[in-house]
């Protein structure tokens, strides 16, 4: 699949400065209505500070593939509204940009949020089930006569390949609404 053909996620962190949290909320409500505005938004998430936990914001826009992403992050709306904020954080933003099965996992030290883990596993559960027994039927009576460990592998990595470039990224499109609720969103 091509990288334009992708679910593109950016994940944002960043620490706002002490006692700027109520222009940063107005800003952040701001921000993500602009984005919204463009073609391919799927949505946004916040992750808010929690006390003894983290400091930092995290914001997390989902796009349908890499060229409407890049579109939003070089757009003149983002930049006039990264400018509006420097005033009310601490440092430039930290900036990750995650496509297919990444999204669906916290990254080693990002604070991360994914959408409940039984939400994530019924999705993976059920779209492996289909996947499977469509692979059972149509690859087994190819691949009969090799080795069975050669010809799990062949299913397997059919299957995986799949997973990440084709299934995964429209079932998580299609959920999107159930795996992120509106009352998480802004």
């Given at each position: 699949m091509e990288?334009?053909?992708?679910?593109?996620?950016v994940v944002i962190?960043q620490?706002?400065?002490p006692?700027?949290?109520?222009a940063y909320e107005?800003?952040l409500?701001?921000?993500t209505?602009v984005?919204?505005?463009?073609?391919?938004?799927?949505?946004?998430n916040?992750?808010?500070?929690?006390?003894?936990?983290?400091?930092?914001y995290?914001?997390?826009f989902?796009?349908d593939?890499y060229e409407?992403l890049?579109t939003?992050?070089?757009?003149?709306d983002?930049?006039?509204?990264?400018?509006?904020?420097?005033?009310l954080?601490?440092?430039?933003?930290n900036v990750?940009?995650?496509?297919?099965l990444?999204?669906?996992f916290s990254?080693p030290?990002q604070?991360?949020?994914?959408?409940?883990?039984y939400?994530t596993?019924?999705l993976t559960?059920?779209?492996?089930?289909?996947l499977i027994?469509?692979?059972?039927?149509?690859i087994?009576p190819?691949?009969?006569?090799?080795?069975?460990?050669?010809?799990?592998?062949?299913i397997?990595?059919?299957m995986?390949?799949?997973?990440?470039?084709v299934?995964m990224?429209?079932?998580?499109r299609?959920f999107?609404k159930?795996?992120?609720?509106k009352?998480?969103?802004?």
């Open positions: 990288q334009g053909e992708q679910f593109v996620t962190s620490v706002v400065k006692g700027s949290e109520i107005a800003w409500k701001e921000i209505s984005s919204r505005t463009y073609p391919g938004h799927l949505g946004t916040v992750i808010r500070p929690q006390n003894g936990v983290r400091s930092e995290v914001i997390i989902r796009f593939g409407n890049q939003w992050m070089t757009s003149r983002r930049e006039y509204w990264l400018n509006q904020a420097q005033s954080v601490e440092s430039d933003p990750q940009q995650i496509s297919g990444e999204a669906w990254l030290g604070p991360l949020k994914t959408p409940p883990r939400k596993a019924l559960w059920a779209a492996v089930y289909v027994n469509i692979l059972n039927t149509l087994t190819l691949i009969r006569g090799l080795p069975p460990l050669i010809a799990s592998l062949i397997t990595v059919i995986v390949i799949l997973l990440t470039y299934i990224p429209r079932v998580s299609l999107s159930w795996l992120y609720p009352s998480r969103r802004i």
